[in-house]
C-alpha cells in the first residue's frame, strides 16, 4: 500500500498523541494554525478517532526538535498528511488501549466500549480511563495504518458544530500573537530598509548612530542590513526613521519599468508543454497552428493577473534570543523546521542550536513576509546576546518586501465544431515562479539566499536563477490542465526571468490566473454554441462529483430567484482545485455601473471537500477565500516605478471593504467515508471566473486585465 | 505623569506625551489585545472605545486621552452590548486568524450601543474602516444580524 507521508517519517502514535496527567490529550501537529482553523479540524478526528470529548484534546504549536516535521503548511495539504496521520495514529492507539484494558479488567476486548477515555465493559460495568492504563506504559507503538476506522453511522464529533479551539480567547482579545510578546529585558526592534532591493547602503553618518547610543538606542548593521533596536518600542520607530534619513543611497540601476505583461510576453523565458496529468516535460513545444478544418467557431481569450499581496493585516513579526549558544526563535512561518535550516545555513551556526517554534501571527495566505522577520529578528538577537529580540515589520515594510504573488498572462484559443463540442484548445501561461521564494532546501538556489536580508549582508549569498518546477499543477501550471473533456489540448508554462519582483507561494499559486482564463474561455464557448453555462459545462465534464457541485450550483440559484433582476447580471465558473483536491463551484451576481464599479450582491458556493469534519471551518475557509478572490479580482494591483514601490498602505493597495461584502450562501456536499480534501483554496478561482462571467453578461466586455476596477473595464470598452 | 482612566482604572504613567495611546496600551498596561496593523488609521486594528465612541489608537497621542473612558477589548465583557457582541461572534465563528477581530468587536459594540437596528449603511459606517484579509466579513455581519434579531 502507499505509504502515508507524514507516518513514513514519523512511525510512532506518541509523535502525535501524548496523554498527559491532567486526564488531558495534546495532539502532536507539523501543521500550524494560521486562521484556517486546522486545529480545530485535527482536535475533532483525534476525538472521534479516540473516543475522547473534543473539549479534552488540546493542539499543540509545532515546534522544531519536539513536533513532527511536516514541512510547509500549504497547498491545502493539512488535512490529507496531518489528518489523516492523526486519524490513523488515534485509531490504532484506541485499539491498543481497548486490548490493554481488556487484559487489566480480564474481559473481552469485543465487551468493552469507551467513553470519553474511560473504558468499560457493558456486562459487568468494570471501567479503566486510558490515562490510568497508561501510567505506566509507554506508547511507542507503531501507527498501524490498517488500524479500522469509525464508521460514519457511529460519528460522535466529526461534521458537528464545535466551538473552533481559540476562538473565545480571539474574540475576548487574549490571543498572544508573536507580536504581543512580552519577555524580561525584551528590546523592540525596526529594520531600516532600502527603497528598492536594488539600493545599498553608499555612506552613513555615524553622529546618528552614536546620538541614538547615548539615549540608549542600539544600532545593527551588517552591509546594508541595518536595524535598530530599544527598550520602548515608539522610540525605536522613531529612532528607524532617524536613521534612515541619515542614510545615503546608491540606487543601483533601481527597478525595471518595463510594462510587466510587455515583459512577461517578451522576456527570456523557459518554454515547456504541460502534459496529461499537468505535469510539464523536457521537450519542444509545439507551435501553435491553424485551427482544424472541422471548426466552425474559433475564439481567443487573455487573461492578465498584475503582482498580488498577501496582505496580511498584522505587518510580520518574530521574537529571537541568543543565550548560551542556542538560538531561539518564535515566528508565524508556515515551516518551522525548513526555516530552522535556512538561518542555520545563514548564519553558519549548527542546526541543533537553532530552536524554531510557531506563534500566531495574523493570516498569511502563503510566504509572506514571516520568515524573512523571523530572520531579522535573529540578526538582531545575535548582535545583543542575552536580551529578546521582538521585531516587527512596519505596514510599508510588509507591503513594499513581502514576496509577492507572480504576475501572470494567459493566452488561450478554442474551437468548438458544428456540434458545439470544443475540439481544439490552447492555453499558454507566463508567468514567474511561485514556489521557489520559499527558504526551504531542495529547491532553486541554497536556503539561506531566499531570506530578504541576507541579500544585504557584507557576505551575501549568489542569487541562483529560478529553474521550472516540474511536478503536477505546481507553480505557475497549477490548474493550467482543464477538468473539462477536450481532446489533446496544447498547454504551455513559461517560466519568465528578469522580471521586477521577488515572487513567492501565494494562496492558489498559478490556479487563480489559470482558472479564471478557463472558465472566461468557457463561458464565450458556450454563449457561442448558444448553450446555457451550466449545461454547457455538463456536456464537457465527466467527472460525476464535478457535475453535481455544478448542477447543485444551478438549482441553488435558481431556487434564489438569481437572474429574476433586470439590472443584475450573473456569471458562474467551476474547477477542482490540483484536478485532485476539493470541487468548487461559484455564482456571483453583481451590479456594473454607469461609472463602471461593480458592486457584488450576492454569491453562491458549492463545494465537495471528500468528507467533511468541521462544517463551520470549510464554510468560514470557503467564504473567506471567495473575499479574498473578489478582493484580487475587483481591487488589487502592485504599483511601482523606477524609484520602488509606490503601493505602500491600504490607500494605494486598496482591498475588499464591507461596503462590498456580498451576501455568501454556501452549500457543502458530504461525502463520509470518503479521503479529506483540501478545501483552504479550491475558491478562489471559481470565484474570479464566475466575477470574470458577470462582468462580461453586464457589459459585453472581455476585460482581459486585472483588476476588474473602473479603470481596466473602461479601457477595455475604449478598445472594443 | 499623565493618567489614564483604562477599563475604568486609572493609571498614572511616565511616558512621553506624543507617545500614540496603542504603545500604551500595549506595553506599558500588557493589554495586547488591541492591535497595531497599519499605524496609519487605515484598518481598524487598533480600535478601543473612548467615551463610547469606537476610536483608533495607533495615531493619536496619548495625551489626546486625559480624562476620558477608554475600554479595549479586554474591558468589553463589562460592557452588556460588548458581551453580547462577543458571543454573537463566537456562535457565528466571526473570525479567522483574529488579527482584526478586537477591533471588529469595538467598532460592533459601539454601532449596536449606538442604534438598535443598524441599516446596510450605517454597518457599513462603522465598519468600512476596518480590514480583514482572511474574509470574515460575511462572518462579522451574521453576527451583527445575530445581536439585532435579539434586539426585539
Known amino acids: 500500500m502507499n505509504v502515508h507521508p507524514s507516518i513514513a517519517t514519523h ?17 502532536h501537529t507539523g501543521k500550524v494554525d494560521i486562521g484556517q482553523r486546522i486545529s480545530t479540524a485535527l482536535a475533532i478526528i483525534a476525538a472521534e478517532e479516540l473516543d475522547v470529548d473534543y473539549n479534552r484534546i488540546d493542539v499543540k504549536r509545532t515546534q522544531t526538535g519536539l513536533d513532527p516535521d511536516e514541512g510547509f503548511t500549504a497547498g491545502s495539504m493539512s488535512m490529507q498528511h496531518s489528518g489523516s496521520a492523526i486519524r490513523l495514529a488515534s485509531a490504532t492507539t484506541r485499539h491498543y488501549l481497548i486490548d490493554l484494558a481488556a487484559n487489566v479488567l480480564g474481559l473481552a476486548p469485543g465487551t468493552l466500549v469507551v467513553d470519553d477515555g474511560i473504558v468499560r465493559s457493558l456486562v459487568t460495568g468494570a471501567h479503566v480511563s486510558y490515562w490510568s492504563l497508561l501510567t505506566d506504559k509507554s506508547l511507542s507503538v507503531r501507527i498501524d495504518e490498517t488500524a479500522p476506522l469509525k464508521r460514519p453511522a457511529d460519528y460522535s464529533w466529526i461534521g458537528k458544530a464545535v466551538i473552533p479551539k481559540g476562538l473565545v480567547d480571539i474574540v475576548r482579545g487574549k490571543t498572544v500573537f508573536v507580536h504581543d510578546l512580552q519577555l524580561p529585558q525584551m528590546l523592540h526592534s525596526r529594520v531600516v530598509r532600502p527603497p528598492h532591493s536594488a539600493a545599498r547602503i553608499e555612506s552613513l553618518d ?6 541614538l547610543k547615548d539615549s540608549g538606542v542600539i544600532t545593527v548593521q551588517d552591509g546594508s542590513f541595518l536595524a535598530v533596536a530599544a527598550t520602548d518600542e515608539y522610540r525605536a520607530t522613531k529612532a528607524a526613521a532617524r536613521l534612515f534619513s541619515a542614510i545615503q543611497w546608491n540606487l543601483g540601476s533601481g527597478i525595471p519599468t518595463k510594462d510587466v505583461f510587455a515583459a512577461l510576453r517578451s522576456n527570456a523565458k523557459v518554454s515547456l508543454p504541460v502534459a496529461e496529468g499537468g505535469a510539464p516535460i523536457e521537450q519542444p513545444v509545439s507551435p501553435l497552428t491553424e485551427p482544424p478544418e472541422e471548426a466552425t467557431i474559433t475564439l481567443t481569450s487573455t487573461l492578465e493577473k498584475p503582482y498580488l499581496m498577501h496582505g496580511s493585516i498584522g505587518p510580520s513579526a518574530a521574537c529571537a534570543v541568543y543565550e548560551n549558544d542556542l538560538l531561539t526563535i518564535y515566528t508565524h512561518s508556515q515551516g518551522v523546521y525548513p526555516l530552522r535550516g535556512a538561518i542555520a545555513e545563514a548564519l553558519h551556526l549548527p542546526l541543533d542550536t537553532v530552536q524554531v517554534t510557531f506563534m500566531p501571527g495574523a493570516g498569511c495566505y502563503g510566504h509572506n513576509g514571516a520568515d524573512d522577520a523571523a530572520f531579522d529578528a535573529a540578526l538582531i538577537a545575535l548582535a545583543v546576546p542575552g536580551k529578546p529580540v521582538l521585531l516587527k515589520w512596519t505596514r510599508e515594510e510588509e507591503h513594499a518586501w513581502e514576496p509577492y504573488g507572480s504576475a501572470m498572462v494567459c493566452e488561450l484559443r478554442a474551437s468548438l465544431d ?40 557584507t557576505d551575501a549569498p549568489e542569487q541562483s536563477l529560478a529553474q521550472p518546477a516540474m511536478g503536477p499543477h505546481v507553480g505557475i501550471h497549477r490548474n493550467l490542465e482543464p477538468l473539462y473533456t477536450i481532446p489533446k489540448p496544447r498547454l504551455v508554462k513559461h517560466l519568465v526571468g528578469r522580471l521586477p519582483f521577488r515572487t513567492s507561494a501565494l494562496r492558489t499559486l498559478g490556479a487563480f490566473a489559470n482558472i479564471v482564463a478557463i472558465e472566461s474561455l468557457i463561458d464565450q464557448l458556450a454563449d457561442a454554441a448558444g448553450v446555457p453555462p ?16 455544478l448542477q447543485s450550483l444551478s438549482e441553488q440559484m435558481a431556487a434564489d430567484a438569481a437572474g429574476s433582476s433586470d439590472i443584475l447580471s450573473q456569471g458562474i465558473a467551476f474547477a477542482r482545485y490540483k484536478n485532485a483536491a476539493a470541487y468548487c463551484a461559484v ?42 478572490a473578489a478582493s484580487w479580482s475587483l481591487y488589487e494591483t502592485v504599483t511601482y516605478d523606477a524609484n520602488g514601490v509606490t503601493s505602500r498602505d491600504w490607500d494605494t493597495y486598496p482591498i475588499l471593504r464591507f461596503n462590498n461584502v456580498p451576501h455568501v450562501h454556501t452549500l457543502l456536499i458530504d461525502r463520509p467515508g470518503e479521503p479529506f480534501l483540501g478545501a483552504g483554496e479550491a475558491v478562489g478561482g471559481p470565484t474570479g471566473g464566475a466575477i470574470a462571467n458577470a462582468i462580461r453578461r453586464a457589459t459585453g466586455l472581455c476585460v482581459s486585465r486585472m483588476p476588474f476596477n473602473q479603470n481596466n473595464i473602461r479601457a477595455a470598452a475604449l478598445k472594443q | 505623569m499623565i493618567a489614564l482612566t483604562i477599563n475604568g482604572q486609572v493609571h498614572a504613567l511616565e511616558v512621553a506625551p506624543d507617545t500614540p495611546l496603542v504603545f500604551v496600551l500595549r506595553n506599558e498596561l500588557g493589554l495586547t489585545g488591541t492591535k497595531i496593523g497599519c499605524a496609519s488609521e487605515q484598518c481598524g486594528a487598533c480600535a478601543v472605545l473612548v467615551d463610547g465612541e469606537s476610536t483608533l489608537s495607533c495615531v493619536r497621542p496619548v495625551a489626546d486621552f486625559v480624562d476620558q473612558q477608554v475600554v479595549t477589548i479586554e474591558g468589553m465583557s463589562e460592557d452588556p452590548m460588548g458581551s453580547r457582541v462577543q458571543q454573537a461572534f463566537i456562535e457565528e465563528g466571526a473570525a479567522q486568524c483574529g488579527y482584526c477581530t478586537p477591533g471588529m468587536v469595538i467598532a460592533t459594540t459601539a454601532l449596536l450601543n449606538q442604534i438598535n437596528r443598524p441599516t446596510a449603511t450605517d454597518i457599513h459606517g462603522a465598519l468600512n474602516i476596518h480590514l480583514c484579509r482572511c474574509g470574515s466579513q460575511p462572518r462579522v455581519l451574521a453576527a451583527i444580524q445575530r445581536v439585532t434579531d435579539r434586539n426585539t
Not at chain 1, 512511525?11 to 495532539?27: G, H, M, S, Y
Not at chain 1, 451550466?534 to 457541485?549: A, K, P, S, W
Not at chain 1, 454569491?603 to 479574498?628: F, Y
Open chain 1, 11 to 27: 512511525p510512532n502514535v506518541d509523535q502525535w498523541l501524548e496523554f498527559t496527567a491532567d486526564e488531558r490529550i495534546v495532539v
Open chain 1, 206 to 211: 555615524t553622529t546618528v548612530i552614536k546620538d
Open chain 1, 534 to 549: 451550466v449545461e454547457f459545462r455538463l456536456q464537457h465534464l465527466d467527472d460525476e462529483r464535478g457535475r453535481q457541485v
Open chain 1, 418 to 457: 458544428g456540434n458545439g463540442k470544443i475540439i481544439d484548445w490552447s492555453h499558454e501561461s507566463y508567468g514567474d515562479t511561485f514556489i521557489m521564494g520559499r527558504p526551504a532546501a531542495g529547491r532553486t538556489g541554497s536556503p539561506a539566499s531566499k531570506l530578504l536580508s541576507n541579500r544585504f549582508r
Open chain 1, 587 to 628: 455564482g456571483i451576481e453583481l451590479e456594473v455601473s454607469e461609472q463602471a464599479n461593480v458592486r457584488l450582491i450576492r454569491a453562491w458556493v458549492v463545494a465537495d471537500a471528500g468528507e467533511i469534519v468541521d462544517p463551520a471551518g470549510i464554510t468560514a475557509q470557503l467564504e473567506g477565500g471567495l473575499i479574498q
